[in-house]
Every structure is written in structure tokens, then in C-alpha cells.
């Protein structure tokens, strides 16, 4: 099992960046593919991006590819997400993810685990 909690949210003018964290705990982050989801306001929760174990492979939604980066360190059990070039569309509740079994799925079924969230607003 592993326990995560998200931080790094806040308030950040379009155009701008913020880098979210995701640490874990537990001796077995390096063991999970992770991702990360947002939800907006009245909107479900959607896949941003994912990364396998090894850092090796990664995945991203059309909306934030080439604007966001998922990336991890494991020997801190850390995940992250950089952000560059925000829109107020990507003002969310951002979620990082935990997944026990092989590939980068982009449905929430796909994981295991889940974070409490860190609120991003982006103004205009």
C-alpha cells in the first residue's frame, strides 16, 4: 500500500508555472506506474499525464502535451508535475495516482491509490 498527499497548488496568473509534488510513502513508490488527474469545477476527473515505474516511459492528454512534464525521483518518492504556460481552462483540483499492474491507462479505474488533492487556479 501506498499513501500520497499532493502539494505545490495555488493561485498563478495565465502564462504562467507552478511544479506540483506527489511524495509517498513507503518503501515501494519505485514498484508504481503514477499519474496525474484533474478535476474542474462541475467536470469529471480526467487523466493528465502518467509515468511508468522506471521513469522510462511517459504519457500525456492532448490538452497539456508539450506544456506540462511528468516526472519522478525514487530515491526521494517523489512524483512531479511541471507546469508551463498556464490557461485559466486548467484551473482544477489536481490528483496524483498510484497504479499496482502494468501500463499507463488514462481511465481513474486504472489506479489504485489517490491522493487528497491540491487546488490550481489560474487567473486571466
Known amino acids: 500500500q501506498v499513501q500520497l498527499v499532493e502539494s505545490g497548488g495555488g493561485l498563478v496568473q495565465a502564462g504562467g508555472s507552478l511544479r506540483l509534488s506527489c511524495a509517498a510513502s513507503?518503501?515501494?513508490?519505485?514498484?508504481?506506474?503514477m499519474g496525474w488527474f484533474r478535476r474542474a469545477p462541475g467536470k469529471e476527473r480526467e487523466f493528465i499525464a502518467a509515468?511508468?515505474?522506471?521513469?522510462?516511459?511517459?504519457s500525456y492528454a492532448d490538452s497539456v502535451k508539450g506544456r506540462f512534464t511528468i516526472s519522478r525521483d525514487n530515491a526521494k518518492n517523489t512524483l512531479y508535475l511541471q507546469m508551463n504556460n498556464l490557461k485559466p481552462e486548467d484551473t482544477a483540483v489536481y490528483y496524483c495516482?498510484?497504479?499496482?499492474?502494468?501500463?499507463?491507462?488514462?481511465?481513474?479505474?486504472?489506479?489504485?491509490?489517490w491522493g487528497q488533492g491540491t487546488q490550481v487556479t489560474v487567473s486571466s
Open positions: 495516482a498510484a497504479r499496482s499492474g502494468l501500463g499507463l491507462p488514462t481511465p481513474v479505474t486504472g489506479y489504485n491509490y
Open positions: 513507503g518503501r515501494t513508490f519505485s514498484s508504481y506506474n
Open positions: 509515468v511508468t515505474s522506471n521513469g522510462g516511459r511517459t
